[in-house]
C-alpha cells in the first residue's frame, strides 16, 4: 500500500438516489456552450498530439476559452438560411517557437475546429454560417517538459484545485445522459429533422421523474407544421421508450413546451442549433466533466475543456475521479453512493494528492468495513496511473463536458 | 399564507461548519473571470436604467458572455509596463429598435465597461492596456415589455431553472469573502503595491484551516526585491489578522506560494492583475451568485452576472434564494445551515415557483417545527416581493460575483 | 446627336508610347492588394445577383473596403506550412431588410469570398490558412430602388466624381499586363510551382524595356534550391518571350532580383502569395480599373472594386471611359493616344456627365477634324448605353483590377 | 557635381494652370479615409521614436494599413448621439524583441492612436464613439540597422519603386487645400458647429472655377434648421473669401449641394465626421502626400502615411521630390510647373535613384538653359540630404496626406 492520504468515510447523507428531490440537466453536443467545450478540448488534443509529433512532448497550452457570438437565422419550413454567420473566436495560449522549431498553434487549432464542426455539426457550412477566428498567445514556456520523454514523469500539480467524481449516475442521470447521447447518434441518424441542439432537464420528486427536452428541429427536413408537430411527438415518444429502460418509476416527457404551435412560435432552426439565433456560448459553462449538471452533487466550478491535460490539476482530477469513482462502482459490490474528492497541493507531485477523500453509502446490507480495502486499493491504483488519464486524453478518449 | 409551494424539511446531512473538510474559493475583482463577471454585470445594469430612463421599461436583453483574451506584459521593479493589450469582447443580446427609437445599445455597453474598469481596475489605461470591443445583436423583442410600467406585474418564468442559496456562511467561508473584500478595499488603499487580483482558496480539515493567498503585486510601487518580500509577508500578517476576527480555529495564512524569489520568479505585474500576462477570462467561471466557490454546497452552474434582472430566471432564482436564506438567518434563531433552492416552471408567474425547497439544519436545542412557521413566511414574503430583486440589480445594489 | 457635353480636343503632350521614360505596374491576382480588390468585387456583384434575384432590383450597398492582414508562415523545399493565418475584414454597408424580407449579405458576403478564393487561391485553404470575417453595416436606404425595375432608368449620379480611360495600350503596358495574365494562366497551369502573387513593373527608357518580375515560388512544387533557380530562369523566359510578342524594343527581363540565392534567401512561399508573411493588403490600393498602374497617364484614385455599378458614379465612369476609349481605338483609325474623362454632376442622370473631354494624339498623317465625329458619336453611344456597364459588372464580364 | 543620374527637360505639356479644364480634391482631416492616413503616420512617427529612444535606432515597422469601419449614429438639432461604434482596426508589422528588450509595439500603436484621436478629433470620444483595435504582426527583422546609429548611412532601395513630387501648386490647388485647411483651424476655433469632415473639390473650366464643399456640420452646436442654413452660409461665405486670396478667376462656391432642406436631409453629424454613419474608409485611398489628389497631373499611387521613413522607398521619394519640387519653385525664377519623378533602383543607395527626371514649364521669357544648373544642382543636394526626410518624417514636421 502507498503512503498517499486516502480517506474513504460514510457519508453524512441520503444517497441522491433517495433524496427526494432531484435535479439534473445535460446540454447536447449541438448546445452554444457544448459548442464551445467541445471546439476547445479538439484544439488542445490537436495541440496536444501535435507537439508529440513533432517534438516529441506536450509543450505548454491551454485552450479553455472559446467564445461563440450567436448568429440570425431565417428558419422556413421546407429550409431557411443563415442571415449572420455565427462567430467564433478561440482563445488561449500555446508555445509557439520550442527549440528552433516553429509549431503552426494557430492553424492547428483552426483545422482542428474545423474538423469537429464537419464532424458534430455538419449543418453548420463551414466559413459561411459560421466564422471561426483565434487569438492564442504564447505559453509562458515554464511548464513546457513534463509529457511525452522517454520516461514518464509525474509532473507536479500547478495550482491547489480540486476535482470530483461521483458514481453511480441515478436513473435520472441515466435519463438524461442516455436520451441525449441516443437523441443525437441513434434517433437523429434515422430522423435528419433533429438538430444536435437538444438540452434535456430532468426533475425528479420522489418517484415521479418530469424530463423537458428541448429539441431544435431542423427545418429542411421539416416540410410543414404538421411534419413537426410529428416530429415533436416523435422525440417524445423515443425519450419516454429509453427512460423506461432506466427506470421503473413514473416518467413524464415534455418536448418543446414552450412552443406556441397555433402563433407559429416553434423550436424550428436551419442548422439544428440555436447558435444559430441569439443563443451565445463559451467554454465550462454547461455540462461537468461526467456530461451533466448536477446541483444535488458536489461539483467543480473548473472548466475541463481545453486544458492542458499533463499538469492542468483541475482537469486532471475531475477526470480522474470520475474514473475511479466508475471503477469502484463497477468492482466493488454494494455501493449506494459514492464521491469522490481529489485536492491537490501545489508543487506535489499529482500522484500524490493532498488528500483523496472518498464518501460512500453502502447498500443496507453491506458494511463499510469490508470494502474499505477494496475501494482504497483503486483509488490508489487510479492515483498511481495518473498519466494514463494524460494519455486517453490525447487519444479523444475521454469525454469532458 | 399563499398558495405558494413551499416545502420546509430538515436536511439529511451536518452542517457544512460540521463536515470534515470544507474547500472555499473566492476570486477577487481583478481576476480575469470577475472582470468579466463585473463588466458583463455594469453593462446590464446600464441597459435597464437607459431603457428605464428612454422607453419606460427593461427591455430585452442578455450580456453575460464578455471574454477576455490576456494581454502580454513587461513588469520590472519600480514601473515596467504593458506590451500586447488585454482585449475584451462584449458580446450579447440588446433591442436597439423600439417604437421608433433607436437605443445606443453599443455604446452604452461601452461607457459601462469603461467607467467599471476605470473605478475597478484603474491601474489599466483604457483603450491602450486594454481594448475593449463589442458585439451585441439584436434582441428578439419577444421579451420586451415586463418591467418598469406603471403597474408592475411579476413576469412568466422564461425558462426551467433553478437558484440556490445558503446561510449563514461557515467561518472558512467568511474570512475567504472577507479577507478578499478587505484587501481590495483597506489594506490596498494604504498599500498601492497590492493589485485587484486577489485569489484566496480556503481549506478546513477539522479545525485546521489553511488560506491561500494568491495575490498581484503592482511593480510601480515595489522597488525591489526586499520590498517584494515585505509585501507578501504584510499581505499574510493582515490576512492572519482578518481571519481571526471569524474563527478560533487554528489558521496558517500562504501568500503567493508559488514564488520562486531566488530564482526571481515572482508574482509582480504592471497593473495589478493576470490578465495582462497569459490569464484569459470569462462570464459565470467563476464566484456563484454569493461571491463564492463553494464545492461543498450545492451550487447553479447559471452565470449570473450580465443576465436581464427582470425576466432571466436563473439570475432572480440565485439572488433572491440567497436574500432568503440570509434573512432567515438573521431573522429567525437557533439555524445552523440553511438551503434555499427554488425551482421555476415555465410560463408561470416567477413569485409562484413549481418548488420552494427549504433544507434546515437547525442546533441541536432547536426543534424544527417551531420555526418552521417563520421560515415559510419570510420565505413567502421574498417570494411575493420577488421584483425587488430586479430593481436592486438595477440600482446596483447586489453583488452578482 | 445627343444635347450631352462632349468635347474632343488634341491633347498637349506627346503620346505615351513617344515619351522618353514611361512607368508602368500591374500587381498579380495573387497580390495582397489585389486578393482585396478580387474579394471586394465578387462580395459586390454576388450581392447584386442576390437582390435581383430576391427582390428584383438592385438594393443600396458598398464592399469596397476589404482588409487583409498577413499571416505568418514557415515555407521549405518540398512543402512547408502556414503558422498563422491570415485574416481578411470584409467591411461595407448592405442592405439587410427590404419589404419585408431579410438578405442574408453577410452570408452572402462570405459565400463569394470563399468561392472566389477557392477559385483564384487554390493554395490558400479556406478557415485554416485564412480565415474570413466579415462586418456589413446596414444600408442606408436612401438609393435602393434605382436598377432592375421593368423599366430601367438612367439613375442620378450620387457624388461630384469623375472617371478616366486610355487607349491604346502602349507597349509596355501590353507585355506588363499580358506577362502577367499568361503566367498566371498559361505558365502556372504547367508550372505548378509558380504562385499567384505576381507582380511586375515595366520601365520604359527610351527604345529600352526593363521587366522586373516578382514571382513567388509554390515549395510545394521546389524541392531545392537548384530547382528554385530552374524556376526563376523559366519565369525569366517566358516572360521575355511574351515580351516580344508585342515590341521590337530591347527587352531585359529580371526575376527576382531581390533573392540572395547564397545566403538561401529566396521568394519561396507555402501558399503563392506574400500574404502569407508579412505582406498585408487593402481595396483600391493596386491596379486601377484597367488592370494596371500608370503614373504616365491622368488616374483617378476611385477604388473600383467593391462599389455598387448602379449608382457608384467614381466606378461606373472608370469603366465606362475605359470602354470607350478601348472603342473609339478599335473602330477609328489613325488614333495615336487617347484619353477618356468623364466629369460627373451630382443630381443630374449618370448619362448626361458635366463634361465627357476626349483628349486625343492623332498619327501625323491624320487630322483630328476628319476623326472628331466618329469620335464624338462612340462617346455618344456609350454615355447613352451607361446601363450596359452595370449589367456587365453584375455579369461578372468587365474586371475592375 | 555629383555622378548622380539627374535629367532637366523641358515638359511636353501646357502647365497645369494653362490646360483647359482642371480637377483637384482633398479630403479634409475628418474624412474617414484621412482619419485612417493620419493615425496610420502617428503610429509610425510612434514607433520610429520609440525605437530610438529605446534601442538608439529605428527597427523595422510598416503600419500603412488602418482600416475604419463606420458607426452608426442618430444625428439631432442640439445634440444626437453615436449608436454603434465606429470600429478602427491598426494593421501592419513592427519589431517587437530586439537584444533582449521587448517593444511594447501594440501599446504604442494604440497610445498613438488615442493621442491622435483626442488632438484631432476630439468629438469623438475614444472607446466609447471609437473602438479602436491592433493586429501588429513581427516584423521580419531583415532590415533593422538603418537609421539612428552613431554614423548616419544611406539605406538601400529595398524596392523598385518611384516618387513624384509637383510645384507650384496652381490656383484652384491653392484654393481647395487652403480652404480645407483655414476652415479645419481658423474657421473650426470660432465655429464649433464645423466638423472635421470637411471635403473639397475644385473644378475648373477655362477661367472659371468651381468649388464644391462638403462639410459636416456638428449637431451639438446646431439648434435648428435655421442654424443650419446659416452655418452652411458662413462656410460658403468663408471659402468664398479664401478662394479670393488665390486667385482672380471667377469662383463659385457651393456647400452641401446634396442637401433637401425641405425633407430635413442635411448633412448633420454627432461627431463631425460620416464615419459615424456608413462611411468607412482606409489608408491611401485619399489625399496623395502633397495634401491633394491631383488627376491633371502624375500621381504615385503608393500609400505614404505610416510607412517606414527610413527605407521605404515610395514613401521617401514621394516627400522628397515635393521637398525638391518646391525648393526649385522658390529658388529659381521663372517656373511655371514642375515636376521631380524619383525612380530607385532595388540595392543601390537611396540617394542615387536610377534616375531623377525633372519636367520643367518655364515662362515664356525663360530660357530653360539658364536655370538648369541651378535646377540640378537643388536637386542634386536634395538626394544628398534624403536623410534630412526621415529626420523631419520622425519629428512630425512633414505632413503625409
Known amino acids: 500500500m502507498s503512503e498517499r492520504n486516502i480517506r474513504v468515510e460514510r457519508i453524512d447523507r441520503r444517497a441522491v438516489e433517495d433524496q427526494e428531490v432531484e435535479i439534473v440537466e445535460r446540454k447536447g453536443i449541438g448546445h452554444p456552450d457544448s459548442i464551445c467545450d467541445g471546439i476547445a478540448e479538439s484544439v488542445g488534443s490537436a495541440l496536444a498530439r501535435e507537439y508529440l509529433d513533432r517534438v516529441g512532448k506536450v509543450l505548454h497550452f491551454n485552450t479553455d476559452e472559446t467564445q461563440l457570438v450567436a448568429g440570425e437565422a431565417a428558419p422556413a419550413f421546407g429550409g431557411g438560411e443563415v442571415v449572420d454567420p455565427i462567430y467564433i473566436l478561440i482563445v488561449g495560449r500555446a508555445t509557439k517557437h520550442y527549440e528552433g522549431q516553429t509549431i503552426p498553434t494557430e492553424r492547428i487549432a483552426l483545422t482542428a475546429a474545423r474538423e469537429y464542426l464537419e464532424a458534430e455539426i455538419p449543418k453548420l457550412t463551414f466559413g459561411e454560417d459560421v466564422v471561426v477566428d483565434v487569438k492564442l498567445g504564447e505559453g509562458s514556456g515554464d511548464l513546457q517538459d513534463v509529457f511525452g520523454e522517454e520516461e514518464v514523469q509525474v509532473p507536479m500539480a500547478n495550482d491547489t484545485s480540486f476535482g470530483v467524481g461521483h458514481a453511480p449516475l441515478s436513473e435520472t442521470e441515466e435519463i438524461v445522459y442516455n436520451a441525449e447521447q441516443r437523441l443525437n447518434r441513434e434517433f437523429a441518424a434515422e430522423n435528419p429533422y433533429l438538430g444536435s441542439d437538444v438540452k434535456i432537464m430532468g426533475k425528479r420528486e420522489g418517484d415521479s421523474i418530469d424530463v423537458t427536452?428541448?429539441?431544435?428541429?431542423?427545418?429542411?427536413?421539416?416540410?410543414?407544421?404538421?411534419?413537426?408537430?410529428?416530429?415533436?411527438?416523435?422525440?417524445?415518444?423515443?425519450?419516454?421508450?429509453?427512460?423506461?429502460?432506466?427506470t421503473d418509476r413514473d416518467v413524464s416527457v415534455y418536448v418543446n413546451t414552450a412552443d406556441a404551435v397555433e402563433a407559429g412560435s416553434i423550436y424550428l432552426t436551419v442548422t439544428g442549433t440555436s447558435a444559430e439565433q441569439g443563443d451565445d456560448g463559451s467554454v465550462g459553462r454547461g455540462n461537468r466533466a461526467n456530461g451533466l449538471i448536477t446541483p444535488n452533487r458536489s461539483m467543480s466550478m473548473e472548466a475541463t475543456s481545453g486544458k492542458n491535460p499533463v499538469n492542468h490539476i483541475g482537469k486532471i482530477y475531475n477526470l480522474l475521479s470520475t474514473d475511479i469513482a466508475e471503477n469502484v462502482v463497477s468492482e466493488v459490490d454494494g455501493i449506494r453512493d459514492l464521491r469522490v474528492r481529489l485536492l491537490s497541493q501545489i508543487g506535489r507531485p499529482i500522484d500524490e494528492p493532498h488528500v483523496a477523500d472518498v464518501h460512500v453509502v453502502t447498500e443496507d446490507d453491506v458494511d463499510l468495513e469490508t470494502v474499505r480495502p477494496e475501494i482504497e486499493a483503486i483509488v490508489d491504483d487510479g492515483l498511481a496511473n495518473v498519466t494514463d488519464i494524460t494519455q486517453r486524453v490525447i487519444d479523444g478518449e475521454l469525454d469532458t463536458f
Open 213 to 246: 427536452v428541448a429539441a431544435a428541429m431542423i427545418d429542411e427536413h421539416v416540410p410543414d407544421m404538421d411534419a413537426y408537430v410529428d416530429a415533436v411527438a416523435s422525440v417524445r415518444e423515443y425519450v419516454a421508450d429509453v427512460a423506461s429502460e432506466y
